[in-house]
């Protein structure tokens, strides 16, 4: 029996389709090529933009044809969309040759589901998640130089636009010893690279029971063997703490890097995201971050377009980018999301006006990036080497410790290891170099 898993959205749904991997391959399946030697699909799906179900309801209707041609064909699907009411109602109705839909919670229970998905009775059956945290699931990793570690699930934030509280639940915390095992076992599997992840990393361990905190754990890993890099996504400003911003001078194997998603750069527009910070704060802690790290790359998301957004919010936006001088940033069109307070908002903004704003918002970040980039040619970088590059077979690709990706000339046996690369030159997207050891 063979599978394929299409993945849509953020860095938890890829580690979420590692663990689908894993659990797959355990019950005996193995990865197929194409869709026309595949038994079982399964979409892990993301909602958090309409652009992204949309993507998932064309794969949906593409995946018809070939449940019409062989009935054996199980098409699954889990993630974001299908933990919400009216996403399952609708492809019940309407999209009936979907067979199973399920939690990422029940993963474990995947391959039983697929053996009897023709005897159950609602194709919702298996939505209904377990409260517990599966631990000790295999996982498939995608990489074997760097590795995705999940340390909390779900968010207590409810910023007004976000839909991810709704479908991911309420942020609990794994429990210390259970990351720190996991760690250890990757270091020892040969890993160099430890990414965190969750909703807010920076709130990790206020739901448990022992006091245990995000800096303790990051200077708990910083003492495990192997592990030469380590990062974390996503932070929240508003519990970004001065005793994290030491933990992150302090351990030498974090990454002088941090995504730090600012959203908009009006205090006024901040307040109706329910976000917790204002501008002035926000410019507080990325100054305190580039005081204690002074060369650390600062990367962000901002939305244009929430709703009641005015001409000169947007200007504060503009504005604190150009103070701030990002790294990079991923900008967004807001997109109105079911059951969100902000959906609700009367204001909501024209398209033509967001589209506009994204251009202008486009234009400055890539201007900013460029030159960052820039200031790099003539330095030497390490780099964790990751691989061939994707778009020149001739050069090998890999990251700086501030999270920017290099392609460069150098002999293959660098793969999986720490190089020194000379930057001769730089684009928006990228670094090109050539190695020096
Ligand atoms: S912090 Fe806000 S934006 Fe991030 S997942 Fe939670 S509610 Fe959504």
Not at 56 to 84: E, H
Not at 166 to 182: A, H, K, M, N, T
Not at 286 to 299: F, Q
Request: charged letters at 30%; proline letters at 4%; glycine letters at 6%.
């Amino acid at each position: 029996m063979k599978y394929k898993i299409f993945t849509y959205g953020c860095q938890m749904n890829i580690h979420d389709s590692e663990v689908i991997a894993g659990v797959l391959e355990k019950a005996g399946y193995e990865p197929s090529e194409t869709l026309k030697d595949t038994d079982v699909v399964v979409l892990n799906t993301c909602c958090i933009r309409e652009n992204a179900e949309r993507k998932v309801y064309g794969r949906i209707a593409q995946l018809k044809y070939f449940k019409q041609r062989n009935p054996n064909f199980t098409i699954a699907i889990s993630g974001c969309m299908v933990q919400q009411p009216h996403v399952v109602e609708y492809i019940s109705k309407k999209l009936p040759y979907v067979d199973i839909l399920f939690s990422i919670k029940n993963v474990n229970k995947l391959p039983e589901l697929i053996e009897e998905c023709r005897r159950i009775d609602s194709i919702t059956a298996a939505l209904a998640g377990n409260s517990d945290l599966a631990e000790n699931l295999e996982v498939k990793h995608t990489s074997s130089i760097k590795a995705w570690v999940p340390i909390t699930y779900g968010c207590n934030n409810y910023c007004t636009y976000c839909v991810v509280p709704y479908v991911r639940g309420r942020e609990v915390s794994r429990l210390p010893e259970d990351i720190l095992r996991e760690v250890k076992t990757l270091a020892d599997e040969g890993f160099m690279e430890i990414n965190l992840l969750g909703q807010n990393v920076n709130s990790y361990g206020k739901n448990l029971d022992k006091p245990f905190d995000f800096p303790e754990l990051l200077r708990k890993i910083n003492e495990i063997e192997g592990i030469e890099r380590i990062r974390f996504i996503t932070s929240h400003p508003k519990d970004l703490s001065d005793e994290l911003v030491l933990a992150m001078k302090e351990c030498e194997k974090v990454c002088e890097h941090i995504h730090l998603p600012v959203q908009s750069g009006s205090s006024r527009i901040l307040k109706k995201m329910n976000r917790h910070y204002s501008r002035e704060h926000y410019i507080e802690l990325v100054n305190k971050l580039k005081d204690a790290i002074p060369n650390i790359s600062i990367t962000t998301d901002i939305i244009v377009g929430f709703p009641g957004e005015t001409e000169e919010d947007f200007l504060d936006t503009l504005d604190l980018v150009k103070t701030i001088e990002f790294d990079s940033a991923f900008t967004f069109i807001y997109s109105k999301r079911i059951g969100t307070p902000a959906a609700q908002m009367e204001d909501q903004i024209d398209d033509e006006i967001k589209k506009e704003r994204l251009k202008r918002l486009m234009e400055l970040q890539d201007s900013i990036t460029k030159r960052k980039n820039n200031e790099l040619v003539g330095t030497v970088q390490e780099v964790l080497v990751e691989g061939e590059s994707k778009n020149d077979a001739q050069k090998l690709s890999g990251r700086t410790r501030t999270n920017k990706l290099v392609n460069f000339v150098g002999p293959k046996e660098l793969i999986g290891h720490l190089a020194d690369v000379k930057i001769t030159e730089s684009h928006t997207w990228c670094l090109i170099g050539e190695a020096v050891n």
